[in-house]
């Protein structure tokens, strides 16, 4: 069940994966591979992964190279754990409950993504599910100066679609997107892993 504040926003941002759709698990997947396929000497958990759920993959790789002393390619790394994910695409199922909450909201409020994954991968994930007609505005790490946990794709979303950032309502899986929302002024609830 969605705990959403009594206000009365004018707008709705969604992240989308872990948020609007189930697939952190395959993405998870992709990372234990991608990392493995570049002899990282470390090992990746799950409780390492969900820590930086919203952080770009790049940035990631570059916080584990400091973390452990190692230089892996993170561009090279990237790129390998995108291609390992989009072959899965098709198995991804939508967080039903938030899922639902979008498409209670269509033709009646503005709606936008804000992802830290790259565009083709969010929109494959709402095809994929069956959202992607909900979202005119899709916002990805591209479009900005700064990903998550900066305010930046929180506020380009708002202004895309008219509406004040104080107006609008974040759902968020991450910690850095929680502290985005902060950052832009925005309310935000969390969607915990335990809500499918």
């Known amino acids: 069940m969605l705990d959403i504040p009594d206000y009365p926003f004018q707008a709705y941002i969604f992240d989308c994966d872990g948020t609007l759709v189930d697939s952190m698990p395959l993405h998870y997947l992709a990372w234990v591979e991608a990392l ?3 002899d990282a000497p470390f090992e990746f ?5 969900y820590a930086h ?3 770009k993959e790049q940035d990631v790789v570059k916080i584990l190279n400091s ?3 190692t230089n892996i390619d993170p561009v090279s790394v990237d790129e390998l754990k995108m291609e390992i994910f989009r072959r899965r695409i098709p198995e991804v199922q939508p967080v039903r409950p938030v899922a639902e909450f979008a498409k209670s909201l269509e033709g009646r409020f503005p709606m936008a993504v804000a992802s830290g994954s790259e565009e083709p991968t969010v929109r494959g994930c709402l095809e994929a599910t069956g959202l992607i007609h909900l979202f005119e505005n899709i916002i990805t790490p591209k479009l ?3 990903g998550k946990p900066a ?3 929180f506020l380009l979303a708002a202004e895309r679609m008219g509406i004040a950032p104080s107006e609008c309502l974040v759902l968020e899986d991450g910690n850095s997107g929680l ?4 950052a832009a002024g925005m309310q935000a609830v969390f969607i915990p892993r335990t809500l499918r």
């Open 151 to 153: 305010p930046d794709m």
């Open 53 to 55: 759920a919203g952080i």
């Open 36 to 38: 493995k396929q570049h």
């Open 45 to 49: 958990t799950e409780e390492v992964f």
């Open 144 to 146: 900005v100066k700064h």
């Open 179 to 182: 502290e985005a929302a902060k």
């Open 67 to 69: 973390r452990h002393g």
